[in-house]
């Protein structure tokens, strides 16, 4: 039950990555993924990008892992990395450029990783 939460923090999470470009320019991945969404159905080849589809596809392994009796540790680990090279870059663009939003909004996720590792890591012990 325990993964399960975890699992769901990681999804939420996940949705709000902040991003921040020019003066004017700025979304959270939830709208990022809105639009990616959209311009997949009509114009797939225009989100072809390591940088879209290795979070996008982390977020739908998150959501099967949920709807699974027991959270598969392997489909976790992939799910966390692939969404974690994306908050991850984030927060060390956040760092340098000294952007607190970027920076608190992708901390969360970063801690609710370490802390489903750490489970995962239990768990196994425990088998």
Same mark, same amino acid.
């Given at each position: &039950?325990?993964?399960?939460? @975890?699992? %769901? ?5 996940? /949705?709000?990555? @902040? ?6 320019? #700025? !979304?959270? !991945?939830?709208? =990022?993924?809105?639009? +990616? ?11 072809? #990008?390591?940088?879209?589809?290795? $979070? ?7 959501? +099967? %892992? /949920?709807?699974?009796?027991? $959270?598969?540790?392997?489909? &976790?680990?992939? =799910? &966390? !990395?692939?969404?974690?090279?994306? !908050? ?9 450029? /000294?952007?607190?939003?970027? +920076?608190?909004?992708?901390? $969360?996720?970063?801690?609710? %990783?370490? /802390? %489903?590792?750490?489970?995962?890591? &239990? ?5």
């Amino acid at each position: &039950m325990k993964l399960k939460i @975890y699992n %769901t923090l990681l999804l939420l999470t996940s /949705l709000f990555g @902040y991003l921040q470009w020019g003066r004017d320019q #700025h !979304l959270f !991945l939830f709208q =990022a993924e809105l639009d +990616i969404f959209k311009k997949l159905l009509s114009n797939p080849l225009s989100v072809l #990008h390591p940088f879209i589809l290795l $979070p996008f596809a982390g977020q739908i392994i998150l959501c +099967i %892992t /949920l709807f699974q009796k027991k $959270p598969s540790a392997l489909l &976790m680990y992939i =799910a &966390m !990395l692939a969404l974690g090279l994306l !908050l991850g870059f984030m927060l060390l663009i956040g760092l340098l450029i /000294l952007n607190t939003k970027i +920076i608190v909004c992708a901390l $969360p996720f970063l801690f609710i %990783t370490v /802390l %489903t590792i750490r489970e995962l890591r &239990m768990q196994r012990k425990r088998n």
